[in-house]
C-alpha cells in the first residue's frame, strides 16, 4: 500500500464549478500535511498547508480529519488557471522529507 | 533570481553512459534534497543533506547512484551506467527551516 493516496483522476469541470479532492495517509504518526500544485513539465510548488481546524485561503479550502488520515482540498468556483495537477503531501521522519501522493489532475473548461 | 537552479534542464544519453546534475540551492538554506518523479507519479525522495552531511537515503537510490555536497552549497547527483529505468525528471529542493522550494528538475533520457 502507498504511503499516500489520491483519487485517481482526471477531474474534468466547467469554470465556476466546485471540486474536491481527497486523499489518504498511511502513516499515523505524520504531523504535518500539505497541498502542492504542479503545472505541466514545472516543478512542484506549496499551494498551501492542511491543520487540523481546517484553513481557508480564498477559493481554496483545506480539511485534515486525523482519526481517519484523511486530507481533502475543496476548490470553489474554478478558474481556467486552476488547471493543474494537486498533490497531496506528508511531512515524514525526522529529516523532513516529503511524501508525495501520486497527484490528481484537474482541467477546469471554458 | 534567488531560487533553487538546477543545471543541465535536459539531459539525454546512451544506456550505459554516466550522467551528472548539479543543484545550486538558495543561499541561505542549509537543507538540501533531491527527488526522482517518473510520468504520473508524485516525486519520491531520494537523498538528504543538512549542510555537507548526507543524512539519509532513499532505497530507491542504488549503488549506481551517488549524490555529493562537499562545501555545504551546491549538490551533484551522479549516475553510473545508467539504465532506461532510470529515464524520469530529478528534481531538487532546499529550506532552511520550513517550506521547501523545488528547482526547474533535470529531465534525464535514456535511450
Known amino acids: 500500500r502507498k504511503e499516500v493516496e489520491q483519487d485517481p483522476g482526471p477531474f474534468n469541470v466547467p469554470e465556476g464549478a466546485t471540486v474536491a479532492f481527497n486523499c489518504t495517509y498511511s502513516n499515523s504518526a505524520s504531523q504535518s500535511f500539505f497541498w502542492y500544485r504542479q503545472d505541466c513539465r514545472k516543478e512542484p510548488k506549496l499551494l498551501m498547508s492542511?491543520?487540523?481546524s481546517g484553513n481557508e485561503d480564498g477559493r481554496f479550502t483545506a480539511q485534515l480529519n486525523r482519526a481517519s488520515q484523511y486530507i481533502s482540498l475543496l476548490i470553489r468556483d474554478s478558474k481556467l488557471s486552476d488547471s493543474a495537477t494537486y498533490l497531496c503531501v506528508v511531512l515524514s521522519g525526522g529529516y523532513n522529507k516529503l511524501i508525495f501522493g501520486a497527484g490528481t489532475r484537474l482541467a477546469v473548461h471554458p | 533570481d534567488t531560487g533553487v537552479s538546477q543545471d543541465p534542464r535536459h539531459k539525454i544519453t546512451k544506456r550505459g553512459q554516466n550522467v551528472t546534475f548539479r543543484c545550486d540551492p538558495i543561499s541561505e538554506h542549509n537543507r538540501l534534497y533531491w527527488y526522482r518523479q517518473t510520468l504520473g507519479q508524485g516525486p519520491e525522495f531520494l537523498t538528504y543533506f543538512q549542510n555537507e552531511a548526507q543524512l539519509e537515503k532513499s532505497r530507491l537510490l542504488s549503488d549506481r547512484f551517488s549524490a555529493e555536497r562537499p562545501k555545504g552549497s551546491f549538490s551533484t547527483l551522479e549516475i553510473q551506467r545508467t539504465e532506461q529505468g532510470d529515464s524520469a525528471m530529478y528534481l531538487c529542493a532546499s529550506s532552511f527551516l520550513g517550506e521547501q522550494f523545488f528547482g526547474p528538475g533535470t529531465r534525464l533520457t535514456v535511450l
Open positions: 492542511v491543520y487540523s
